[in-house]
């Protein structure tokens, strides 16, 4: 309930989380409850994700408040800890409308960040009807709901993917977006989406209450959170690379070698270059942004001012540590902080890779103070607490 306390308190914002049980939604919903300022409601139909992700996350935020008060915490902190659980198909209009609807004796939905799609290149390629309907219809499908109740504030979850291969690196984001596989091109449609939506609201009313959207561009999260309580449960094998490195160390994928998409790259060491970073501080982007759809707020301002990517209010970041890490240095960092020792084979280059993608993040630096000071070492080293405490992850 979105409700002030004997201390005046400001009301708790309803944010809703879509994907809100995923490795990125629930490390995000973790990040938005440690600040108390809002009443997080997740929907997820839990295609690639736990239930029990959400019930941890709860946990240790209130596990944390309690830790850090020397005092009862308010009912209203202690209610900013729970989190409404629905379980739904983004695609079922009518359920995601009947929550927003629930809402609205309780001060609405205040904002939205999206984070829920499904994201395997390969995959997309092969199913590509399926990802254009997960991915593409139900964002529209969601910002039609979104308008219908008045909720005129959205977080896009993007990806780097957009950029396609890009002609140079660092990537800024005025790069022309240019997805190169299925997956990739229904991000930058529902980017164009997002900001035509943006821009005809702006256009047609000059509405103080205009639709207002970021888009946030990353590569590659990693790490977990540092307790090991919460962190990424893919179902099925693995597909991106430190997660199948964990699984290896710990003995659920039973591959004797890694297998290595080159190493005749021109790169230091042969092998592709990625921008990695940590979940947390990919998180803290997440809600940093959020923060920056308050109205009247000086980073509202500075976020808008001086947006040449829209006509109305759109503006599109990129998260990232701005330097990358090979493949062979990934594996190797994970020796260390594993104990395991890998075994490698070179096989031939991957179609569609590339020897460097490295987004330039000097712009949410800028204008958000989005920073991503957790290292490589930290990634592996919170990764493998994880996966240690949880060789089965959330089952």
Not at 143 to 150: A, I
Not at 216 to 231: D, K
Not at 287 to 297: D, K, M, R
Not at 353 to 375: H, K, N, Q, S, T
Request: hydrophobic share 35%; aromatic share 8%; with cysteine.
């Amino acid at each position: 309930m979105s409700t002030t306390n004997s201390n005046s308190q400001e009301p708790l914002k309803n944010v809703l989380v879509t994907g809100g049980a995923g490795y990125i939604g629930s490390h995000v919903i973790y990040t938005l409850l440690r600040t108390h300022k809002y009443k997080v409601i997740s929907i997820d139909n839990y295609h690639n994700s736990f239930p029990a992700a959400l019930t941890r996350v709860s946990e240790l935020a209130l596990t944390e408040l309690k830790a850090a008060s020397d005092s009862q915490p308010s009912a209203q902190d202690i209610d900013s800890t729970a989190i409404d659980v629905h379980e739904c198909d983004l695609n079922a209009a009518s359920a995601v409308r009947s929550i927003f609807s629930s809402y609205s004796s309780k001060g609405g939905i205040w904002g939205v960040i999206h984070i829920a799609a499904y994201k395997a290149v390969g995959e997309s390629s092969e199913i590509p009807l399926t990802y254009y309907a997960n991915n593409v219809a139900a964002t529209i499908s969601l910002l039609q709901t979104m308008q219908e109740f008045g909720c005129m504030r959205l977080i896009y979850s993007s990806s780097a993917t957009v950029y396609g291969v890009p002609p140079d690196i660092p990537i800024k984001e005025e790069t022309r977006r240019e997805g190169d596989s299925v997956y990739g091109r229904t991000k930058v449609m529902c980017e164009l989406i997002i900001q035509d939506f943006c821009d005809s609201v702006m256009n047609d009313s000059g509405s103080k209450t205009s639709f207002q959207a970021i888009s946030l561009r990353y590569f590659n999260p990693a790490g977990a959170h540092p307790s090991g309580y919460i962190g990424e449960h893919p179902r099925g094998r693995p597909e991106n690379l430190l997660p199948l490195l964990a699984h290896m160390a710990v003995g659920t994928v039973t591959d004797p070698v890694l297998k290595v998409f080159g190493n005749d790259y021109p790169t230091p060491d042969g092998t592709c270059i990625r921008d990695y970073l940590h979940i947390l501080d990919l998180a803290a982007g997440h809600v940093v942004a959020l923060q920056a759809l308050e109205e009247g707020s000086e980073l509202n301002a500075k976020v808008f001012a001086s947006s040449i990517q829209s006509q109305g209010r759109f503006k599109a970041y990129n998260l990232g540590k701005g330097h990358g890490m090979s493949v062979m240095q990934i594996v190797d960092a994970m020796r260390k902080a594993t104990g395991h020792d890998y075994k490698t084979e070179v096989i031939g280059r991957r179609r569609g890779d590339v020897p460097e993608l490295i987004a330039d993040p000097a712009l949410a630096r800028a204008e958000l103070g989005f920073d991503a000071p957790r290292d490589l070492e930290t990634m592996c080293r919170d990764l493998w607490n994880w996966q240690v405490k949880n060789p089965t992850g959330y089952e």
